[in-house]
């Protein structure tokens, strides 16, 4: 056997696995907090949203115009904030206080939340999830090939 002949094993992706759902991306679906812990879920839009989309580019306009490359912390947690809650954030499960009281989702205590600084954490992982809504496991085929 030639060196032309040996076989490999070669993963490859299925394309129909890369499709997204854009009835999920509009009408929201529940993520994993991976980022935090999986048993904490954001029911959220995706970032692909386009009313989402549309008030980010608005207001990401108005921030450079305001402040340059050089916008506040809390300026940028008050915007991204309450674009995560007017947009995408619909929804969680798993928070409790100090008290380990379940913290019921409201989008006042979302908006509370998500504009302080502080808690960028939480805001950062609405986002990430955000940007998986619609997108479905990747499948890969392992398929012999001819180097």
């Known amino acids: ?23 999920k991306e509009r009408e929201g679906d529940w993520i994993p907090a991976l980022d935090i812990d999986p048993d904490i879920k954001w029911f959220v839009r995706s970032t692909n949203y386009a009313p989402f989309k549309i008030a980010r580019d608005a207001h990401a306009s108005k921030l450079a115009r305001r402040h340059g490359d050089n916008v506040p912390d809390d300026v940028m947690a008050d915007v991204y904030g309450k674009l995560a809650v007017e947009h995408l954030l619909l ?9 380990e009281r379940d913290i ?3 989008p006042e205590r979302a908006k509370e939340i998500l504009t302080d600084p502080e808690y960028r954490a939480v805001r950062g992982s609405v986002y990430l999830a955000a940007t998986k809504v619609g997108r479905e496991e990747v499948e890969f085929v392992e398929a012999g090939t001819k180097n």
């Open 1 to 23: 056997m030639t060196e032309s002949q040996k076989t490999s094993s070669v993963r490859r992706v299925k394309l129909s696995s890369l499709k997204s759902d854009s009835q």
């Open 91 to 99: 929804g969680w499960q798993g928070l409790v206080d100090d008290d």
């Open 104 to 106: 019921e989702f409201s």
